[in-house]
Each structure stands twice: as structure tokens, then as C-alpha cells.
């Protein structure tokens, strides 16, 4: 069973680096989510592409983020010139959504957890 | 704007104690409705979820939540709990229509205690 995979699972990194996160979803899935989670709250969402489109970006997102699905298979994720702000846990899941059928349920991955020194 | 509300942020209970935990949220519309847990070093995993139909909903690991439309209320319940339920639960709503984004509450920690 080939679930949601994101890679890396860690990363530390100065502050003022960028940083690239990848994201592989369940095969067939066409919707793919970022979410971020800070220590001590639940997953707030992020974005989300249907195939190669983004669909939605939340107020979260700065300019500094910038998420892509270029061929509507798995999906990175940049931060650039990051802040200590920034450390947290990125979820990615993913979704298999007909038209018309608006049931689908989200798959997560483990996540990536990022430090920022 | 969507919201949800998870009163309890910790609970401890003893083994085979009957577990109840609390999900309110607000959204004026149609809702589906969403458990996941995440125990320890595991990723986030469906519990139960509602669309729906029958309000009573039965999930995995014996665990049931029931939608209480007038209440806004979709709480959690389990009559015998393990040493193994030891995990955070996230109660969680999307837009019926949309379908897209979760709106995840802020978890509560259960801890089971042998």
C-alpha cells in the first residue's frame, strides 16, 4: 500500500536559506494539499491543487512560499529566505475528487519537519 | 469564517474508562465531519468522518461520533478505552460543496493511563 510520501522528513536550516520540500501522492489521487502544523495546534491549510491547477492559496501563504504540481503528480513546496517562523511541521495529503461528489477524504503523509535556526 | 472548537486539551483516563471527547464548530451551512488521530511518530489517519445520513457514525477501533445538527456538536466516543488509544485526536470540518480545504480544531492529547 503506497501511501502519501513526502521527503525529506527533516530539515534544519539557517535562517535566510531556502528550503524545497517534495510531496508524491497516492497514485490516481488529482487533488494534492499542503497544511502546516505549529506544536500545540491542529493542521492549518495551506493550498491545494486539482491536477496541475492551484486552486486555492491561504492568507498563510507569503510571498516567500511558493507551491507547484508541474505535471499534476507530486508537488514541491519553497520557502525562501526563511524565518524562524517558519518551523513547523508541512503536511501534505492527498485526494481522489469526482465532479459532482464533493466526499472525497484527505490522505496524509508523515509530513517534513522544519527548523529554522 | 469556518471554525472548530476542541474544549478538552488534555484528557487522561484509566484503562477500560468510557472516553467522550468534545468537537463544536461553526459554519452555517452543509458540513462533513472528520476525526483523525495521530499517535505517537505516526502521521495523521482517518478516524471516522460524516456526510451524511445515519448521525450515529462508527469508525475504526471501536470509536463512534455523533453530528448533532441544533448543537453544532460532533463529538467523539468510546465505551472501553486502551492503553494503545494513547494519541492526539483532531476533530475537523469542510464546506460540503467545496469539499476542499479542512478546517482541523486544535487537538486534544488522550492519554490512556495501563
Known amino acids: 500500500d503506497t501511501g502519501v510520501s513526502q521527503d525529506p522528513r527533516h530539515k534544519i536550516t539557517k535562517r535566510g536559506q531556502n528550503v524545497t520540500f517534495r510531496c508524491d501522492p497516492i497514485s490516481e489521487h488529482n487533488r494534492l494539499y499542503w497544511y502546516r502544523q505549529t506544536l500545540g495546534q491542529g493542521p492549518e491549510f495551506l493550498t491545494y491543487f486539482q491536477n496541475e491547477a492551484q486552486l486555492e492559496k491561504s492568507r498563510l501563504l507569503s510571498d516567500r512560499f511558493s507551491a507547484e504540481r508541474p505535471k499534476g503528480s507530486f508537488s514541491t513546496l519553497e520557502i525562501q529566505r526563511t524565518e524562524q517562523g517558519d518551523s513547523a511541521m508541512y503536511l501534505c495529503?492527498?485526494?481522489?475528487?469526482?465532479?459532482?461528489?464533493?466526499?472525497?477524504?484527505?490522505?496524509f503523509g508523515p509530513g517534513t519537519r522544519l527548523t529554522v535556526l | 469564517a469556518q471554525s472548530v472548537s476542541q474544549h478538552n486539551h488534555h484528557v487522561i483516563l484509566s484503562e477500560a474508562a468510557s472516553l467522550e471527547l468534545g468537537c463544536n464548530y461553526s459554519?452555517?451551512?452543509?458540513?462533513?465531519l472528520f476525526w483523525y488521530v495521530q499517535y505517537p511518530g505516526q502521521h495523521l489517519q482517518l478516524l471516522l468522518k460524516?456526510?451524511?445520513?445515519?448521525?450515529l457514525v462508527k469508525g475504526i477501533k471501536g470509536f463512534e461520533a455523533e453530528f448533532i445538527k441544533s448543537k453544532f456538536s460532533f463529538n467523539l466516543r468510546k465505551p472501553s478505552v486502551q492503553w494503545s488509544d494513547t494519541a492526539e485526536y483532531f476533530c475537523?470540518?469542510?464546506?460540503?460543496?467545496?469539499?476542499?480545504?479542512?478546517?482541523f480544531g486544535s487537538g486534544t492529547r488522550l492519554s490512556i493511563r495501563p
Open positions: 459554519y452555517g451551512g452543509t458540513v462533513n
Open positions: 475537523a470540518v469542510t464546506q460540503y460543496s467545496s469539499a476542499s480545504k479542512i478546517i
Open positions: 495529503a492527498s485526494s481522489l475528487t469526482r465532479t459532482g461528489t464533493p466526499t472525497d477524504t484527505q490522505y
Open positions: 460524516y456526510f451524511s445520513g445515519d448521525p
